[in-house]
């Protein structure tokens, strides 16, 4: 399985749902999240920010 398959990247999002949303382990869940992500929804506060205090 190379690193791009679309195996590797839906573990990699189940992974990282599962690190902030379930096991809420904000620490590990900047492995995951760019300091500059931008979340487009407007009644969703930018996760980068509120879980993981950057």
């Known amino acids: 399985m190379?690193?791009?398959s679309?195996?590797?990247n839906k573990?990699?999002?189940l992974e990282a749902f599962d690190t902030l949303?379930?096991?809420r382990d904000y620490a590990a869940a900047?492995?995951?999240w760019s300091?500059?992500?931008i979340q487009h929804s407007a009644h969703i506060p930018q996760?980068?920010?509120?879980?993981?205090?950057w």
């Open 21 to 23: 949303f379930n096991k």
């Open 47 to 53: 996760v980068v920010k509120v879980y993981s205090g």
């Open 6 to 8: 679309p195996e590797r």
């Open 30 to 32: 900047k492995r995951f």
């Open 11 to 13: 573990a990699i999002v």
């Open 2 to 4: 190379s690193n791009s």
């Open 35 to 37: 300091p500059n992500y």
